[in-house]
């Protein structure tokens, strides 16, 4: 049973490109977060997707966009990239149960962005 | 304002000694409280997880404990071991909906 992955790995973008970021959840999840980290801070959320709609947004700029397909699957887009995006960025899945009750997220291992 | 303290910032011990990171939320309503522990460069992963009625929970030499009339919890390592450096991160979540609000970390450094 394969767990949250993300793709890619590392990436190296300039100011002002756009990059997309993917991330297939765990198996049998239907939710996927997206989170920002800078180097020495905790996760800052950005999004969640469920039945593929954003269901929530944290404190972020339009810039920052994304997409949830039929098979849960979801990607992070940003455009006009800012050195200040230079960021691990982590996908997190879990199983909405209705309640949130036990909204348990399984965490994939990140993409490092570099913009320079 | 729905919030999640964590202290020590950072803690530095030495291996075989035993620790205790701190957290403080004030997140309502409250759905659950989970330790994750980070690797450098890596996602987190759960170490517990625990709903308002439980107080404790443990996971090998992690222990979990919640004090849901104060709104803190707390994370005991015993026995520490070298690989235990790490950053150990408070995360709530709201009960009814999809939000959960993360604490900064402990940065935790075992030494030899």
């Known amino acids: 049973d394969a767990g949250v992955t993300q793709s890619p790995t590392h990436l190296i973008k300039t100011r002002g490109q756009q990059v997309t970021l993917r991330c297939s959840p765990k198996?049998?999840?239907?939710?996927v977060s997206w989170y920002q980290q800078a180097l020495g801070q905790g996760p800052q959320f950005i999004f969640q997707?469920?039945?593929?709609?954003?269901?929530q947004r944290g404190n972020f700029p339009d810039r920052f966009s994304g997409h949830q397909f039929p098979n849960y699957s979801s990607e992070l887009n940003v455009n006009a990239l800012l050195l200040g995006d230079s960021a691990l960025y982590l996908c997190?899945?879990?199983?909405?149960?209705?309640?949130?009750?036990?909204?348990?997220?399984?965490f994939g291992p990140g993409t490092r962005l570099t913009v320079t | 304002k729905n919030q999640v303290e964590q202290s020590p910032q950072s803690l530095i011990i030495l291996e075989g000694k035993n620790c205790t990171l701190q957290?403080?939320?004030?997140?309502?309503?409250?759905?659950?409280l989970r330790w994750y522990k980070q690797d450098t460069g890596r996602g987190p992963v759960s170490l517990t997880i625990?709903?308002?009625?439980?107080n404790t929970k443990s996971n090998g030499r992690y222990t979990a404990t919640l004090d849901a009339d104060t709104k803190q919890s707390s994370l005991h390592i015993t026995a520490s071991q070298l690989s235990d450096s790490a950053s150990y991160i408070c995360?709530?979540?709201?009960?009814?909906?999809?939000?959960?609000?993360f604490g900064a970390g402990t940065r935790l450094f075992v030494k030899a």
């Open positions: 625990m709903t308002f009625s439980e």
């Open positions: 198996s049998g999840h239907d939710t």
């Open positions: 997190a899945s879990s199983l909405y149960d209705g309640t949130g009750y036990s909204y348990e997220q399984y």
């Open positions: 995360v709530v979540s709201v009960a009814g909906g999809f939000k959960t609000i």
């Open positions: 957290c403080n939320y004030t997140v309502s309503p409250f759905s659950n």
């Open positions: 997707y469920y039945e593929e709609e954003e269901r």
